[in-house]
C-alpha cells in the first residue's frame, strides 16, 4: 500500500490566498474533517475533536477502510460530506495549531465525536452504526505498520509544546 495521500486529497489543498470576495475560512469546529497542511509534503486529513485557542484535537483520517482495526470508526459518505469513505484512527491523535488547517472537506455530527473517541481509548465496542474494523492480535499484522506510517505523517502537522504555550519543566529526583 502506497504511503503517499491519494490524489484526489491532494486537490483539495489550497495554497494561495483567497481571492477577492471569495468566502472566508471557516473557523474550526468539532466534528469538521480538515486538511492539516505540513511545511513539505501532502496534507493530512484530520477529525477535529476539540476546539481550543490557537489548535485543534484532532484524528487522523484516511479513506483506506480496508486497513480499520477495532479502535476506528468507518463513516459512510453520507454521514461526512466526503466523496468517499472515512476511516477515522481512533488511536492516532494530535494537538495541530488552527494556521495548519487549510480546507475543511466535510464534517459529521458533533454527537458522534466523543463515541469516536471513546472507542479509539478502548472504551466504547458496542456501538453499532460506526463501522470498525477487527482486533489487531499480532505485530505481523499489515495495520500495525500502516499505523505507524499514518502515525508519522500525523506528526508532521503536530504542534510543539511551545507552540501551545505549555512549559516544559525537568523532573527533580
Do not use: F
Request: glycine share 8%.
Amino acid at each position: 500500500m502506497s504511503t503517499e495521500t491519494p490524489r484526489r486529497l491532494l486537490q483539495v489543498v489550497g495554497t494561495s490566498p483567497p481571492s477577492p470576495g471569495a468566502p472566508a475560512r471557516p473557523e474550526p469546529a468539532i466534528g469538521q474533517i480538515w486538511i492539516a497542511q505540513p511545511d513539505e509534503g501532502p496534507g493530512v486529513l484530520v477529525l477535529v475533536t476539540e476546539v481550543n485557542d490557537g489548535n485543534v484535537r484532532a484524528l487522523a483520517c484516511s479513506d483506506d477502510g480496508d486497513m480499520a482495526a477495532d479502535t476506528d470508526a468507518i463513516l459512510e459518505r453520507h454521514l461526512t460530506g466526503c466523496p468517499y469513505r472515512l476511516l477515522v484512527h481512533g488511536d492516532l491523535a494530535c494537538s495541530i495549531l488552527t494556521t495548519r488547517l487549510s480546507y475543511c472537506s466535510g464534517r459529521i455530527d458533533r454527537d458522534l465525536v466523543p463515541r469516536i473517541v471513546r472507542r479509539g481509548r478502548g472504551m466504547d465496542y458496542n456501538s453499532r452504526d460506526l463501522g470498525r474494523g477487527t482486533r489487531i492480535v499480532s505485530e505481523s499484522d499489515p495495520r500495525v505498520e500502516a499505523k505507524a506510517r499514518k502515525l508519522e505523517r500525523l506528526r508532521t502537522v503536530q504542534a510543539r509544546a511551545s507552540e501551545l504555550g505549555l512549559k516544559i519543566h525537568p523532573l527533580r529526583p
